[in-house]
Structure formats: structure tokens, C-alpha cells
């Protein structure tokens, strides 16, 4: 385990700051995509060339090699962007400890061949 104090400053507030990530209420991986398209009803001014389109909010991932996506119920909107929003900054904070830890490989002695 590294002690605190071989932290780096940097090292040290994202650390911090991801902690505080992971006790937020929840993370997801995924993108957060909106469409447009037309419904398909004939009564519908989208079916009749009138430039109306309906918007939708999805997320999508990859899982397994192959892209899946979900509709976001409107009422999930706001709960749903959180998520992924916390997910991509946890993703940066993770990157930052692994470049700091990185850089610290071979700095404190010399490897044996």
C-alpha cells in the first residue's frame, strides 16, 4: 500500500475527489446520445414533410464488442446525465492516480538485472 505522504498533491485531490465520486448515488458507463426522428404516424405532421421531428434521449455502451442502447424516460433525464457525467469524471481522476503512479516506477531505486 502507498502511504499518503509518496502522494503527490495531484495524486492526493483526485483520489480525494474520487472517493467523493464513488459514495454518489450512482455511476454508468455509457454516452448520452439524443435523436431525432419521425414516429410513423400518418396523422402526424413528421409523416407528412412538415420538418417535425421527435426528439428522443438514449445511452448507449459497448459491451461485449457489440454497441447496445436505452431510451431514457424523461422523468430519468437529469438522473441518468449524472450518472454518466460522474462516470466520465472518475474515469479522468483514474488516469491522473495512473499517470502519477506511473511516473514514480523506478524513481526510488534501481532495478536488479
Known amino acids: 500500500m502507498i502511504h499518503p505522504p509518496s502522494q503527490t498533491a495531484k495524486e492526493r485531490a ?5 472517493r467523493k465520486l464513488l459514495d454518489e448515488p450512482g455511476l454508468l458507463r455509457a454516452n448520452f446520445v439524443k435523436m431525432r426522428r419521425p414516429c410513423g404516424t400518418p396523422s402526424c405532421r413528421c409523416a407528412r414533410g412538415k420538418r ?3 426528439v428522443s434521449w438514449y445511452v448507449n455502451q459497448s459491451k461485449g464488442g457489440k454497441l447496445r442502447m436505452k431510451c431514457v424516460p424523461k422523468d430519468q433525464l437529469d438522473e441518468v446525465q449524472a450518472w454518466v457525467t460522474c462516470y466520465q469524471e472518475a474515469r479522468k481522476l483514474l488516469a491522473i492516480v495512473g499517470d502519477e503512479r506511473w511516473d514514480r516506477i523506478g524513481k526510488q531505486r534501481k532495478c536488479k538485472r
Open 52 to 54: 417535425h421531428w421527435h
Open 14 to 18: 483526485a483520489l480525494s475527489r474520487l
